[in-house]
C-alpha cells in the first residue's frame, strides 16, 4: 500500500541487444511458479464438514471457488487436506480463488500448494563472499531471493558512467556494449586522443610526475583504480560461467560511458556522458543505439547542484530514465549530482544497517544499501585478519597500465566506499525493469523506498544517533534515520516483489475548497506486466473509498468508476483510497492523508495533475507523506523532493569543475 501526504566497442564482437544471449541461468531448472494444488485446514467447530466425505470437501470448496476442484488426499497436519484445481493457476488469479475459499467460515486457511527448491545460487567461486547480496547480514539486500524471481533481462540497459572498463575482464566481457569516451582533455583521458568511440579504461594513476604539471599539482599520487571495471561488476558480472564473481543482473547489460580519468573529470564532459547515455543528443557524438533505462554514477563532488546538472537531469528524467548516484565519502552533506532533484542518491551502511563512518548523509540521501567496512582494526589487514565486509567487485592487477583480470583482496587490496553502494540500488532496479520494463524513474524511486527495510534503532557498537552536518563532519558510525540516511536499507527482493504487481495512480484537478466538487481518476493506473504478451494487464476494476475520517465524510459520486467525483461537506481529516485489480487478479492500494479547512483564498491547480502513484500492492518501507490540504494548497504531482538549485561558483571564464569517483 502506497502512502502520501500534501571500450574499443568496434574491436569487440558484441551481440546485438535483441540478440543478445541470456546467462546460462541456474544449475537446475526453477520451480514453476503456477500450481494446480491447495492446502485446505478446516476448523475445529466445523463439525459437519470435518465427517463429510472427501468428495463432497471438495464439492463444497468447488462451489465457494467456481471451479472444478478433487481431494487429492489428507495431510498429515490435523484437519487438513489437500486438493486439485482443474487446471494450473498463479499470480492475481490464484490468490483470488483463494481469497474466495478462506472467506468460508468452516476453512480455517487455504494456501497454494507450492513446490519449493533451493535457492537461487550461483555456482562462481566468491558468490558465497558476496554477503551484500545475500539475506544472512541486516543489511544484506535479498539479492539471492530475487533471483528466484528475476535473474534479469538483456533488454536492460545500465550506463555506468565512470573510468570506463577493462572489456577484456572475463567476467564483463559478454555483458559490455559498445560505450563511448567523452573525456576532452587527452593528458586527462590518458589515451593521447579526446572524445571517442573507445570506453576502455587505460588507467587513471597519478605519479610524482604527473604531479609536477599544472594539470595535475593538486591531485594525490595513486594507483590505477579500475573503478569502472568495480562498478560495472556489481551491475552485471556473468553467473555461472565458471570465474568468480557474479553481479546483481545476470542477463543485464552494461553500457561503459567514460567521463573520468586521471585524477577525476570534468563537470562538462560528465554531462555529456548523461545526455549520451539516456538517449539524447550530444553535439560531435554519435546517436547513442542502446540508450540506458538506469544510470549510475558512482562520482561526484562538493556542493550544491548547478543549474546544468539540474537542467541535464531535468531532461534525461523526462526522457524516461532513472539516476542511481553516490552520495560520497567525506561524513559531509550530499554532494552533486547525488543532491540534484530527481536524482536517486545512496548512502553507504555497514553490514549491520548503521551508517558507515565515512559516508556522507542527509538532503540528498534517498536509500542506503551497503558500502563496506572491515570491523576488525586495519589497514593493514592480514590474512589472518583481512576487511571482513569488503565488497568484492572485479579489477585488474595493473597498477599503472592494465596487465591482467583479477578481483580484490580483502587483504591487500579490500574494496568499499558508497562508490559500490550505488551500483547495488542500480543492480536492484535492473531486475526490477525485467519484469516490469513500463516503470518511470519516479515509480522506480517510489518501489525502492517504499519496500525499503526499516534501519536499526539500536547497535551494539554505537550509541550515537546520526545527524545531518553543519558546521561538522559526521565521520564516524551513527545509527541512521530517515533524515540522515534515507527511506530505509535496500531490499532488492521485496522492490522486485513490488515490481511485479499493479499500479495505482491517482490524478486529480480543479479548485479544492470544502464544498466544492473535485474530480478524481485512476484511469492511467495499469497492471501488472504480462512478459508473455510483452504489455501490461489491463485494470478490470476500481474501488474508491474514504478511511480515518475525523470531522466532515467526504462523499464519492460513482465508487466504482474510474473516474468520479469527490466532495467534502466541510472541515475533515480522512484518507482516500484507490483500489485497482488487474486482469490477473492482483490488487494495488494508493493512500492520500487530507486534511480540509475553510480557504483564505481557493487556489486553481493545473489541469489533471497527477497527486501520486500507488503502485506493488504492498510496501513494507518508509516513504515521506505529503499534506494535502484542501482550500489551502493545490494538488500536487507526486515525485522526488524539491531542492532549489544554485549555479556553480563563479571562476575565470566558464569554470570546470572536477568530479570524483567514491570509492576508498
Not at 491447495?38 to 463432497?56: D, E, F, N
Not at 544472512?136 to 570506463?164: F, I, K, M
Not at 569502472?228 to 542477463?251: E, K, Y
Amino acid at each position: 500500500m502506497k502512502m502520501f501526504v500534501a571500450v574499443l566497442a568496434a574491436l569487440i564482437a558484441i551481440p546485438a541487444l535483441g540478440q543478445a544471449q541470456e546467462s546460462q541461468g541456474p544449475l537446475r531448472s526453477r520451480a514453476p511458479a503456477d500450481t494446480d494444488q491447495i492446502i485446505v485446514k478446516w476448523r475445529s467447530g466445523a463439525k459437519t464438514t470435518l465427517a463429510a466425505p472427501a468428495a463432497q470437501k471438495a464439492g463444497k470448496l468447488s462451489v465457494r471457488s467456481g471451479l472444478g476442484i478433487q481431494h487429492k488426499r489428507r495431510s498429515g497436519s490435523p484437519n487438513t487436506d489437500v486438493f486439485k484445481l482443474e487446471r494450473r493457476m498463479s499470480g492475481g488469479e490464484l490468490q483470488a480463488v483463494l481469497d474466495r475459499l478462506n472467506a468460508d467460515p468452516d476453512v480455517e486457511y487455504a494456501v497454494a500448494d507450492r513446490r519449493r527448491q533451493i535457492q537461487q545460487i550461483p555456482t562462481d567461486a566468491l558468490a558465497m563472499d558476496q554477503w551484500y547480496f545475500l539475506s544472512v547480514q541486516p543489511a544484506a539486500t535479498r539479492t539471492d531471493q530475487a533471483w528466484d524471481l528475476t535473474t534479469g533481462s538483456a533488454s536492460t540497459v545500465v550506463a555506468v558512467l565512470d573510468t570506463g572498463v577493462r572489456y577484456n575482464h572475463p567476467d564483463l566481457t559478454s555483458k559490455l556494449l559498445p560505450g563511448y569516451d567523452f573525456i576532452t582533455d587527452p593528458l586527462i583521458a590518458n589515451d593521447a586522443d579526446g572524445p571517442d568511440a573507445d570506453a576502455s579504461d587505460p588507467g587513471d594513476w597519478i605519479d610524482s610526475a604527473d604531479r609536477s604539471s599544472e594539470v595535475f599539482r593538486n591531485c594525490d599520487t595513486s594507483p590505477s583504480s579500475w573503478h569502472g571495471t568495480r562498478v560495472a561488476s556489481l551491475i552485471g558480472a556473468a553467473a555461472n560461467d565458471g570465474n568468480d564473481l557474479v553481479g546483481a543482473g545476470w542477463a543485464t547489460r552494461i553500457l561503459p560511458v567514460r567521463v573520468l580519468g586521471k585524477c577525476g573529470g570534468f563537470d562538462s564532459d560528465i554531462i555529456d556522458g548523461m545526455r549520451w547515455a539516456a538517449g539524447l543528443p550530444v553535439d560531435g557524438a554519435p546517436a547513442n543505439p542502446t540508450p540506458a533505462k538506469i544510470i549510475n554514477m558512482s562520482l561526484g563532488g562538493d556542493g550544491a547542484c548547478s543549474a546544468a546538472y539540474q537542467s541535464t537531469v531535468n531532461e534525461i528524467i523526462a526522457q524516461g530514465s532513472l539516476i542511481v548516484a553516490s552520495v560520497g565519502n567525506d561524513g559531509i552533506p550530499v554532494g552533486t549530482p547525488a543532491n540534484c532533484n530527481g536524482v536517486l542518491g545512496v548512502s553507504g551502511i555497514r553490514h549491520v544497517g548503521t551508517k558507515v563512518g565515512y559516508s556522507n548523509l542527509g538532503t540528498g540521501a534517498d536509500i542506503a544499501a551497503p558500502a563496506g567496512n572491515c570491523v576488525n582494526a586495519g589497514p593493514p589487514f592480514s590474512t589472518d585478519s583481512p576487511c571482513v565486509f569488503a565488497i568484492s567487485v572485479a579489477i585488474d592487477s595493473g597498477t599503472t597500465a592494465p596487465q591482467a583480470s583479477t578481483y580484490s583482496d580483502p587483504v591487500n587490496r579490500p574494496n568499499y566506499g558508497t562508490s559500490f553502494s550505488a551500483p547495488l540500488v542500480a543492480g536492484a532496479a535492473a531486475l526490477m525493469h525485467s519484469v516490469n520494463p513500463r516503470l518511470t524513474p519516479s515509480q522506480f524511486t517510489a518501489l525502492l523506498q517504499e519496500t525499503a527495510a526499516p534501519f536499526p534503532t539500536s547497535s551494539t557498537t554505537t550509541t550515537n544517533i546520526c545527524r545531518v552536518p553543519t558546521t561538522f563532519v559526521q565521520g564516524q558510525e551513527c545509527i541512521c534515520t530517515t533524515v540522515t540516511c534515507g527511506a530505509g536499507m535496500l531490499d532488492t527482493f521485496a522492490a522486485v516483489s513490488a515490481a511485479m504487481k499493479p499500479f495505482g495512480i491517482v490524478q486529480a484537478s480543479g479548485t479544492i475548497e470544502p464544498n466544492t466538487a473535485v474530480d478524481i481518476s485512476g484511469s492511467t493506473s495499469f497492471g501488472a506486466y504480462d512478459t508473455t504478451a510483452a504489455a501490461s494487464r489491463p485494470i478490470t476494476s476500481y474501488q474508491w473509498s474514504v478511511v480515518n475520517v475525523t470531522g466532515a465524510t467526504p462523499s464519492i459520486v460513482d465508487a466504482a468508476a474510474a473516474s468520479t467525483t469527490l466532495q467534502v461537506s466541510g472541515n475533515s481529516r480522512f484518507t482516500l483510497r484507490l483500489t485497482v485489480t488487474d486482469a490477473a487478479g492482483g490488487t494495488d492500494d494508493t493512500d492520500f492523508a487530507m486534511v480540509t479547512s475553510t480557504p483564505p483564498e481557493p487556489q486553481t491547480p493545473p489541469a489533471s495533475t497527477p497527486i501520486g502513484t500507488g503502485g506493488g500492492g504492498g510496501g513494507g518501507g518508509s516513504f515521506d507523506w505529503w499534506l494535502l490540504v484542501l482550500g489551502l494548497l493545490p494538488l500536487v504531482l507526486s515525485g522526488p523532493r524539491r531542492r532549489k538549485p544554485l549555479p556553480s561558483s563563479a571562476g575565470r571564464g566558464h569554470r570546470r569543475r572536477r568530479g570524483k569517483y567514491f570509492a576508498e
